[in-house]
């Protein structure tokens, strides 16, 4: 029976698989794969990396890990690096280290067994950490078009009438007040030795 699975070339599911449920190790990297992956039961898996995937946190992640959750029992490894579920500086400049520790809080917290998450060994603490935490570490964005403006022009400070260049009355004058400078506020606190 086979035991060891390497699959690539743009695939979206996995469906075959059903014939292969003695798989101990199965790498799907560079694929199509989405949140609506779906896994026959394989008891004896243990090794499962889904590398450079379309798996997202957005809509059904948390199905996906309970789903493996359920179907991979036996499951310790588990990668999800070059996906958007898992936040990457290199890849996204806005993630830092501690988007990625609450992902790994919340990935650990729906698959409790895994020993190795991505290229990093979970620890004891972390685990424990996990089971506290992991349940609110899902980050939640809206969607980009849930997103309205009631202004669709940017903010200007300037009545409608005068934001037009074609249009704008503008005044040039002389000031009658000289300002020496002799009392400014912007140098009250500076010391003479700083200066």
């Known amino acids: 029976s086979l035991q060891y699975l390497i699959l690539a070339g743009n695939l979206k599911s996995l469906a075959g698989l059903k014939m292969f449920t003695e798989l101990e190790e199965l790498i799907v990297d560079n694929n199509l794969l989405g949140n609506d992956l779906q896994l026959p039961r394989l008891p004896n898996l243990h090794t499962l990396t ?28 588990l990668s999800l690096l070059g996906n958007e579920a898992c936040p990457n500086q290199l890849v996204s400049p806005d993630k830092d280290e501690d988007d990625y520790q609450r992902y790994r809080y919340f990935v650990l917290y729906k698959l409790p067994q895994l020993k190795f998450l991505d290229t990093r060994k979970v620890t004891k603490r972390e685990g424990m950490e996990a089971q506290e935490r992991g349940a609110f570490m899902k980050v939640v964005k809206p969607k980009p078009e849930a997103v309205s403006y009631s202004h669709p022009l940017p903010y200007s400070p300037l009545p409608r009438g005068s934001r037009d260049p074609m249009t704008h009355k503008g005044v040039f004058a002389k000031c009658r007040y000289i300002y020496y400078g002799k009392h400014s506020e912007g140098n009250r606190f500076i010391r003479n030795d700083q200066l």
Not at 53 to 75: K, M, W, Y
């Open 50 to 77: 889904l590398n450079k995937n379309h798996i997202s946190f957005q809509g059904r992640c948390s199905a996906l890990l309970e789903h493996l959750a359920d179907v991979t029992p036996s499951l310790e490894y």
